[in-house]
């Protein structure tokens, strides 16, 4: 398997693995699609890497910015992050997270966040910290990777796409 940046021409294919993976799962509201699309739209997926198999997109994850109150710089929020529903449970999502991880960490980033199931992301470094609050998520499932020695605290927003239309 190959992780790359995704080009113009995965964005279909992007479409249609994020569709299918969150297809009918009763912790989405079907907005994956929109979101990625909005944030490629307005300049902010700071990372989008795509998961290669066989010559064929099997997965994607996208990294983008988020805001901190009171400011702390250099943080961004992984997701959405999808797999082809036949080849889920085979390393790819996985792989997708550390790759791009170390992305971040190589271009100076002070820490990624998160809202997703703490069994997933706990073997990545992502831990739940109540110095950082998400609202409108249970803080079980909002979670933090500090990248840097400095520590934050304060209210976590993201990007506007991730907000209604």
């Given at each position: 398997?190959?992780?790359?940046?995704?080009?113009?021409?995965?964005?279909?294919?992007?479409?249609?693995?994020?569709e299918a993976a969150f297809a009918g799962?009763?912790?989405?509201?079907?907005?994956?699609?929109?979101?990625i699309e909005r944030l490629r739209a307005e300049g902010a997926l700071t990372l989008s890497l795509v998961a290669v198999e066989d010559a064929e997109v099997i997965g994607h994850i996208a990294f983008s910015p988020?805001?901190?109150?009171?400011?702390?710089?250099?943080w961004y929020g992984l997701?959405?992050?999808?797999?082809?529903?036949?080849r889920q449970g085979r390393g790819t999502g996985s792989s997708l997270?550390?790759?791009?991880?170390?992305?971040?960490r190589n271009i100076?980033?002070?820490?990624?966040?998160?809202?997703?199931n703490p069994a997933f992301y706990r073997r990545f470094g992502f831990r739940n910290d109540p110095a950082l609050v998400f609202a409108g998520c249970a803080p079980q499932?909002?979670?933090?990777?500090?990248?840097?020695?400095?520590?934050?605290?304060?209210?976590?927003?993201y990007h506007p796409a991730f907000g209604p239309v």
């Open positions: 398997m190959i992780i790359r940046p995704e080009t113009e021409g995965d964005r279909e294919t992007i479409r249609q693995i994020t799962q009763p912790y989405s509201d079907q907005t994956e699609v929109r979101i988020v805001t901190i109150t009171p400011v702390a710089a250099g997701g959405p992050v999808s797999v082809r529903p036949d997270v550390r790759q791009g991880l170390d992305r971040l100076g980033a002070s820490g990624c966040v998160l809202a997703g499932y909002f979670m933090v990777l500090p990248l840097s020695r400095t520590l934050v605290s304060g209210t976590v927003s």
